[in-house]
């Protein structure tokens, strides 16, 4: 049989640079990456519960044909798992297994697996290797790519955690097929961030393609994503610690941290962004950094997406307040990732409160 088409990206980091491999229905590929770099195979896959559900009876053939040793250990699915009392079942299960510091760590899921045994393969023996295989699409544009792990604590999200890079990444984008509507959307709204941050290349070829897009047409799924993780390991690899160009990847989420925690988390992540670039492209024109033209323009393609309706109920003075709490400001002052141009990003902007209102009150017409 034919192989299908592997892309093969670099995340260019000094110390430790990885490849993420990109494409459809490639899983049969994954046995000879993993035979080259990891001869031992002692493998130890955590697993989301629904992907066990639906992709488990493949994905265990698979792997276990070309491991000398494996567990899957399956995860509760959902954001209540990515906990320390998780962390310890998973560090149980590995000592009970009598696995050690030669374990290869696989997680396979969406970014609520990758965040927890990404922090598990960080901290186990002082460290093992892992490999991310993202089944959102979300995570795999995002979450995925960077090395941010770890888990929640009191209440607190991401409290505790470390920079841990994989060895590499794998993209199956025929995952995404049995993903809910309302993920495939979630997972466009991060996608359309990454137009804002490039070039008018790839945002034109989103509003071209955005319905083949949340459809999941094969050849515009991978584009996108192999477009987005370019972008990603590109900014993620000139700043890995995020200490300053890497804050571009929070374009629209001041706003959109804030919508999630005003609707309790009734609204899904890239809903929340897309709302949120609405809002923060609104701000850059209040604030004479965007024209008006231009602002026009750039609104057509995250008002494709339809966050849910009650996000119109929030109050821009709740929103206000919730965005003070925001862990990235400084000096009690809420800070922006507001926008120029295309590729021109303004980090660290603010601005007074009666702009953010009616920025707030006028992207209510977008959405
Ligand atoms: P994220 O959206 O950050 O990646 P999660 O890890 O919580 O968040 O995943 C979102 C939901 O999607 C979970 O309920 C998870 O079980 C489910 N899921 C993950 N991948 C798939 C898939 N390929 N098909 C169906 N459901 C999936
Ligand atoms: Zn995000």
Do not use: C
């Not at 969406?110 to 295989?133: E, K, N, P, Q």
């Not at 490039?198 to 515009?220: E, G, H, T």
């Not at 899904?268 to 709302?275: D, I, L, Q, S």
Request: net charge positive; glycine share 8%; proline share 4%.
């Amino acid at each position: 049989m034919k192989k299908l088409e592997v892309k093969r990206i670099i995340v260019p980091l000094k110390e430790n640079p990885y490849p993420v491999y990109i494409g459809n229905s490639i899983l049969s590929q994954l046995p000879e990456l993993i035979e080259v770099s990891f001869p031992q195979r002692n493998i130890f896959v955590v697993i989301d519960g629904n992907i066990d559900r639906t992709w488990g009876r493949i994905i265990r053939k698979i792997l276990s044909a070309s491991a000398k040793k494996i567990t899957f250990y399956k995860l509760t699915p959902g954001e209540s798992s990515k906990n320390y009392l998780e962390l310890n079942k998973i560090y149980t299960a590995l000592l009970d297994g009598n696995y050690g510091r030669d374990t290869l760590l696989i997680s396979i899921g969406g970014g609520v697996t990758g965040d927890l045994s990404g922090f598990a393969a960080s901290s186990f023996m002082r460290g093992i290797s892992l490999i991310h295989i993202p089944t959102t699409l979300l995570a795999a544009v995002d979450s995925s790519i960077g090395g941010k792990t770890g888990i929640n604590f009191l209440k607190k999200k991401n409290m505790i955690g470390a920079f841990y890079q994989p060895a590499f990444v794998f993209i199956d984008t025929n995952f995404f097929t049995t993903l809910p509507h309302q993920e495939i959307i979630s997972g466009a709204g991060e996608i359309i961030k990454y137009a804002y941050l490039s070039d008018r290349n790839f945002f034109n070829y989103l509003q071209k393609n955005f319905d083949s897009l949340i459809k999941l047409q094969p050849d515009v799924i991978n584009e996108s994503v192999i477009k987005s993780v370019s972008i990603k390991a590109s900014v993620v690899s000139q700043d890995e610690k995020e200490s300053g160009l890497r804050q571009i990847l929070n374009l629209g989420h001041t706003f959109a941290h804030a919508f999630e925690t005003g609707l309790n988390f009734k609204i899904k992540h890239g809903e929340a962004v897309a709302a949120g670039i609405i809002s923060a492209l609104i701000l850059s024109n209040k604030l004479e950094l965007l024209s008006t033209r231009n602002m026009n323009e750039y609104l057509s393609l995250p008002s494709k997406i339809r966050p849910p309706k009650n996000l119109g109920n929030l109050k821009p003075e709740s929103i206000y307040n919730l965005m003070l709490t925001d862990k990235k400001n400084r000096d009690g002052k809420i800070k922006f990732v507001l926008l120029k141009g295309i590729g021109e990003l303004v980090l660290g902007a603010e601005a007074a409160k009666l702009e953010i209102f009616t920025s707030l009150q006028e992207a209510k017409e977008y959405y």
